[in-house]
């Protein structure tokens, strides 16, 4: 059975522009978190999906929102990028809420 | 909201060496995950543990669920165990997964 993918796995943008990151969950997995990983912050929760709905949100400004689709693919988008957005995206897929959950290998972001 | 605490927060060893890395957090939880970091950043799954013992291989954890910890035991070191070690929980109210800040494993040949 194929992991969760995240694409891609590096990118490189400017300050001001809008990005979008890719994560494809485990096949049969309906629920997906995002986490942002920084030195400073560590591993930080976004958001969770779970069946088109956003179920739950951390702590961030609302320059990042997300979305899920019916395959439950879901992906995640950053607007109006700062330099402090520069950072490990991890997504992880588990079958239902609350269960084990399965990372990806991670989108690296670089803002300039 | 659910505060994680991981120790030691840097461990070295020798290779063949034991360790033990400790997981504290304060409120119930039904959820408990250890994970080892690769140097590319994958989180790879240790074990799934809200409670119990589970052993795979050289490691094996126990979380005590009713005094709030979790143990992951290493045992016979390599210097491919290397990496950083995270424990995650999530609280009974919320379904957030809440990281520690890590132990970062080094094993010397």
Known sequence: KAGVTQTPRYLIKTRGQQVTLSCSPISGHRSVSWYQQTPGQGLQFLFEYFSETQRNKGNFPGRFSGRQFSNSRSEMNVSTLELGDSALYLCASSPLRNTEAFFGQGTRLTVV | ?109
């Open chain 2, 1 to 109: 909201g659910i505060q994680v605490e991981q120790s030691p927060p840097d461990l070295i060893l020798q290779e063949g060496a034991n360790s033990t890395l400790r997981c504290n957090f304060s409120d119930s939880v039904n959820n408990l995950q250890w994970f080892h970091q690769n140097p590319w950043g994958q989180l790879i799954n240790l074990f799934y543990i809200p409670s119990g013992t589970k052993q795979n291989g050289r490691l094996s954890a126990t979380t005590v669920a009713t005094e709030r910890y979790s143990l992951l035991y290493i045992s016979s070191s390599q210097t491919t165990d290397s990496g950083v070690y995270f424990c995650a929980v999530e609280a009974y109210n919320n379904n957030d997964m809440r990281f520690g800040a890590g132990t970062r494993l080094t094993v010397k040949p």
